[in-house]
């Protein structure tokens, strides 16, 4: 069974830190997605990353793609309090069926 | 272009009832997904339709139908509502079936059943 998983669930760091999420997922896949999602709200993808050794940034976020280790990971730099919010990754998978995973989450909470 | 809107917001429905949540998606795009979120969990898949036919399906039940229309607007059936059915339900729609296009996510419709 296909399982994606995120560490930490909860992250709570102060503006202008670093950090990093991580994203495991448990089969073999060349695609992972990341996605915000604002209390209440819709999600917005951030990211698609389509290759080993894949890495994409945008402004305080870069999300990178090791398939070997079936591991992504998504970096802040300088946290500011807008990137508070859940993100979440996600993996497809085409075994048998078509499946699209997403992982638990990870809750970011940036104080001031 | 007009982004992809849900229909109803908000639902109120008793166990045993059958729902019907509608999606449209957005313009030029012909993949819909369908999932279920439930507070404080992460988006569960519960299938995904391309050119009106069914293209993979999460673990979820056959009470849990959908249809993907011409137009491609599609709709999301869910008969004998059981209480573990409320949740935020979210279509999104994307251009290509499996194909790692960005997918554009709806505002989507929170159930409740009581």
């Known amino acids: 069974e296909l399982k994606v998983e995120q560490n930490p669930l909860f992250l709570s760091m102060q503006e202008g830190k670093n950090y990093t999420i991580y994203c495991n997922y448990s089969?073999?896949?060349?695609?992972l997605y990341w996605y915000r999602q604002d209390p209440g709200k819709s999600l917005e993808s951030l990211f698609v990353l389509l290759s080993n050794g894949a890495v994409k940034q945008e402004g305080r976020l870069m999300a990178s793609l090791d398939t070997k280790a079936r591991l992504s990971t998504l970096h802040i730099t300088a946290a500011v309090h807008d990137l508070s919010a859940t993100y979440f990754c996600a993996v497809d998978s085409f075994s048998g069926t078509y499946k699209y995973i997403f992982g638990t989450g990870t809750r970011l909470k940036v104080l001031a | 272009e007009t982004g992809v809107t849900q229909s109803p917001t908000h639902l109120i429905k008793t166990r045993g009832q059958q729902v019907t949540l509608r999606c449209s998606s957005q313009?030029?795009?012909?993949?819909v997904s369908w999932y279920q979120q439930a507070l404080g969990q992460g988006p569960q898949f519960i299938f995904q339709?391309?050119?009106?036919?069914?293209?993979g399906r999460g673990n979820f039940p056959p009470r849990f139908s959908g249809l993907q229309f011409p137009n491609y607007s599609s709709e999301l059936n869910v008969n004998a509502l059981e209480l573990d059915d409320s949740a935020l339900y979210l279509c999104?729609?994307?251009?290509?079936?499996?194909?790692?296009?960005?997918?554009?996510f709806g505002p989507g419709t929170r159930l409740l059943v009581l």
């Open positions: 999104a729609s994307s251009w290509g079936a499996s194909t790692a296009e960005t997918q554009y």
């Open positions: 339709y391309y050119r009106e036919e069914e293209n």
């Open positions: 089969t073999t896949s060349d695609r």
């Open positions: 313009s030029g795009h012909n993949t």
